[in-house]
């Protein structure tokens, strides 16, 4: 509706935006749609005063969002250091709350997870494929097809907290004993380490081929390297074949 005027209206300044960059291009974004800002708490003024003080107040709400980014991070990182997961339950787990804090305990799903490590080290699994038809029939993972959790079940074997160890370097805390009830031995988690990379070395051809995209798996994005899928596209006459990048990091994404 290019030629209707709006009235964007908001309780706190906070809520326009937390980070001084972002909050200027939004204000050129909305005053190049003619349409007017309003806060229940602030004053929007073009005068040099006005914008001076827009700035300072835009700089501090984002002085703000980082202080408490920091203070989250550091209480995050304290857990980890004692032991604690400080993130959403991984699979086959589920928070518990005790006298000291949130812990993660087995639930139904840890069976099956144990299972995973168990098919995979005696050769029951061959690729992350199979595993992912496995954990989908035993209701693990959600309704859509096997491919899309190739990834997950992949995360699944190669994370260290089914050992009962935690350990997070993007914030340089170290391998250490986890104060939660594991679900292999080290021994096996090792074991299936060196089994994936042996296994997964070279490339590997999809068990679930399909003869309509012979190359699926095989060709690598030119952006991100990841491995290509192939997927019919319907047009409006007929289907069309196409090959397509999957990661949703990837700016060539489904293109």
Request: charged share 30%; aromatic share 14%; with cysteine.
């Amino acid at each position: 509706h290019p030629y209707r005027k709006y009235v964007v209206i908001f309780d706190d300044l906070k809520r326009f935006a937390r980070d001084t960059k972002f909050h200027f291009e939004l204000r050129t974004a909305l005053e190049a749609r003619n349409a007017l800002p309003l806060c229940s708490n602030f004053v929007f003024d073009d005068t040099p005063e006005g914008v001076f003080v827009e700035t300072i107040q835009a700089a501090h709400n984002q002085l703000e969002r980082e202080q408490n980014r920091r203070q989250v991070i550091e209480k995050q990182r304290a857990c980890l250091e004692r032991g604690y997961w400080a993130f959403h339950s991984l699979k086959g787990y589920s928070k518990t709350k005790t006298s000291i804090g949130k812990r993660d305990e087995p639930n139904e799903h840890n069976k099956y997870i144990r299972e995973l490590f168990e098919g995979f080290f005696s050769g029951r699994f061959q690729q992350f494929i199979d595993g992912a038809r496995f954990l989908k029939e035993t209701k693990v993972l959600g309704k859509a097809h096997p491919e899309k959790y190739i990834e997950t079940v992949k995360s699944i074997l190669t994370q260290p907290f089914y050992a009962g160890f935690l350990e997070y370097p993007k914030w340089e805390v170290s391998r250490r004993q986890g104060i939660h009830e594991l679900t292999v031995s080290p021994e096996l988690f090792e074991a299936v380490q060196k089994k994936i990379t042996r296994n997964y070395n070279v490339v590997k051809v999809r068990q679930d081929i399909n003869p309509d995209f012979p190359l699926r798996g095989l060709v690598s994005c030119a952006v991100c390297k990841g491995k290509l899928t192939g997927a019919w596209s319907k047009g409006k006459k007929q289907l069309y074949p196409y090959y397509f990048c999957q990661n949703k990091k990837c700016p060539l994404k489904s293109s």
